[in-house]
């Protein structure tokens, strides 16, 4: 998306500070090198005088107080080496009030601007960028634009009451000092480096801009005779862009959330150490021994976390403290969610705010965190493993984590389902090798295997390392795939403390298996949503499988909706847990076949 705008992208200042592009000189009439001593409207003459800007103002009484501004924030200094020309805007005495010590310079660099703009050459909606790197916009009455600027022109909000032609430029008197407005644009710009610079940079970073010379009006010269537009830039910025999120436009009335470099360090720390804490290791990479990973926790770099952070910190609308403040007593915790103009969750019970000092903004309020926390339904994204590992258990690992009652002849079938692809190059082949069994006396109607979730890891021994995967406490939605047709199975959840007890998650559920129906089909499952791996698009223009996009690598078929894993360990600390399936129908249930389980965190896994 591209937005053609009478100003210099804030995000951008290094650029904007020329106000306009100074490119070759062509067919400029007399009046743009400014040979006229007077330039006339409806209203009355322009006043003209051969002293330059900084005398005629030094030598007005009624000026005295701007001039002492000037004076004292060297503007008058910066003046013979800035370009030459100028337009200045100055209030007489009566209009003068004396901005705070912290604001003058500021206040004084928002009056002057580094090109000559005569007001033959004034349009409403005209935007100069000043000295201070935010703009003056020019609005016109009916009046004004009828050629009756003077008392009918605003300068943001202040009035146009006199104009003087100087030497080297133009003096536009007004109303009252500028006030320029600060937007969520100007706000960020403005942060400081030192404390805020990962979260400016990453604001910085994700837009760009260029000069659009064709819709760029010529408003003057320099004294070298170079041409000077009221430039024209094309800002570009996807991220934004594509959630109509313009963070310089007073139409936007938005929420943003800042993030000191602090605040972010000790975030993403916790994070790596609440990974290692539960046994993931936070470098796994996306693939793993050739393979996507199943066992893929979210983040494989600071910047994996980073982009969370940046797509939760913007809102679009207007939160106040009290939106923000917490009802803790809320026996739903999803009363305290809020969601971002990319849906991030922020819950606003664990995270923390400066509440007591919003920054009210000309187009939103802004929030600093005073601490925050990934939440673990970032940085797991899902857990999804298979059955398949049984084949790289050695026989005492088979007997402990794959319990069984009633079941023989377990095997794996190599590619039952062939490895595919949906995008070639992009995403690896996938396939199914279940792992199947039989009912070993089929006299006997009851069967159950006890399976302990595991993961495998080849090992440089030409090996495999095998392990329980253990699954830190909080909700989950609990998925599974087998085979269609199969001998319908219950389901039971149990988490399992470090000594060996075992504490029921939920209670026994009943899956439909043996209806012919696809649902649970391998990891082919299509009706749960949010089912498919991070980062993959079924929907990606480049997918050349057909239908079949939205079946690759699923979750699978739904069992719990919401389970919770309790934390037997001690709070925060993983869980090795148990699944037990079990049958009544061991007299005619034919071939079992187990394919994978996988926990997806709830939104309420915070």
């Keep these: 998306m591209k937005n053609y ?8 200042a290094p650029l904007a500070l020329v106000a306009g592009c100074f490119l070759a000189c062509n067919d400029l009439s007399d009046d743009d090198y400014f040979k006229k001593t007077t330039v006339s409207n409806t209203n009355q ?14 030598g007005r009484e009624d000026f005295s107080s701007m001039s002492q501004l000037f004076q004292a924030e060297g503007i008058y200094d910066e003046m013979p080496t800035s370009g030459e020309l100028h337009t200045v805007l100055v209030v007489r005495n009566q209009d003068f009030e004396a901005p705070d010590a912290e604001q003058s310079a500021t206040v004084a660099r928002s009056h002057v601007t580094n090109i000559s703009v005569a007001p033959s050459k004034l349009n409403s909606g005209d935007r100069l960028l000043m000295w201070h790197n935010k703009y003056v916009t020019i609005t016109f009455d ?28 133009y ?27 990962k979260f400016k940079q990453m604001v910085l970073a994700s837009g760009g801009q260029e000069f659009d010379k064709a819709n760029s009006k010529v408003v003057g010269v320099d004294s070298n005779g170079n041409t000077i537009y009221d430039s024209v830039f094309i800002y570009t910025n996807d991220f934004f862009d594509a959630k109509n999120f313009d963070l310089s436009s007073e139409a936007l009335k938005a929420t943003m959330f800042v993030f000191s470099d602090d605040v972010i360090n000790a975030a993403l720390t916790t994070a790596k150490q609440t990974l290692a804490g539960w046994g993931y290791d936070h470098k796994m990479a996306l693939m793993r021994n050739g393979v996507v990973d199943s066992v893929y926790v979210g983040y494989s770099s600071d910047k994996d976390l980073e ?15 009290a939106d923000l403040t917490p009802n803790r007593s809320a026996a739903d915790p999803t009363e305290n969610d809020i969601k971002s103009i990319y849906n991030i969750q922020w819950r606003t019970s664990v995270q923390e705010l400066d509440l007591e000092n919003p920054v009210s903004l000309s187009n939103g309020v802004a929030y600093e965190v005073k ?8 940085l797991i994204y899902r857990l999804h493993e ?20 009633n079941l023989a002849n377990f095997k794996v079938n190599s590619n039952e389902v062939a490895p595919w692809t949906p995008l070639s190059g992009v995403w690896p082949e996938h396939g199914d090798s279940p792992l199947t069994c039989k009912v070993a006396d089929n006299t006997v109607a009851h069967y159950q295997l006890d399976f302990t979730p595991i993961f495998s890891r080849a090992n440089s021994e030409g090996g495999f390392d095998v392990n329980p995967l253990m699954v830190p406490p909080g909700t989950y939605r609990m998925a599974m795939g087998f085979k269609q047709g199969m001998a319908a199975m219950s389901v039971q959840l149990f988490a399992v403390a470090e000594g060996g007890e075992e504490e029921e998650c939920a209670e026994k559920i009943d899956l439909p298996l043996s209806d012919g129906s696809t649902t649970y089909h391998y990891d082919r499952g299509a009706t749960l949503s949010n089912r498919l791996p991070e980062y993959y698009d079924p929907n990606d223009e480049r997918n050349t499988a057909g239908n079949k996009n939205g079946y690759y690598w699923t979750d699978g078929g739904p069992v719990y909706t919401e389970v919770t894993i309790p934390a037997v360990n001690g709070e925060g600390k993983a869980v090795q847990l148990l699944i037990r399936l079990t049958g009544e129908n061991g007299t005619n249930a034919g071939t079992l076949t187990f394919n994978h389980w996988c926990l997806r965190p709830t939104v309420n896994n915070y």
């Design 142 to 169: 009916e009046e004004a634009l009828a050629g009756n600027l003077i008392g009918h022109a605003l300068f943001n909000n202040s009035t146009l009451t006199e104009v003087i032609k100087a030497e080297d430029g």
């Design 171 to 197: 003096i536009y008197v007004i109303s009252a000092l500028i006030e320029t407005p600060t937007s969520l644009q100007d706000f960020i710009n403005d942060l400081d480096e030192t404390k805020y610079g």
């Design 5 to 12: 705008l009478y100003k210099a992208s804030l995000f951008w």
């Design 386 to 405: 298979e059955f398949r590992y049984y084949e790289q258990c050695d026989a005492d690992q088979k007997a402990l984590y794959f319990k069984s009652e």
């Design 307 to 321: 982009d969370w952070i940046l797509k939760a910190a913007f809102y679009n609308q207007v939160y106040s403290a």
């Design 45 to 58: 003459e322009v006043l003209s005088t051969s002293q330059t800007v900084a005398e005629y103002i030094q």
């Design 371 to 378: 601490s925050f926390k990934i939440p673990n339904n970032r």
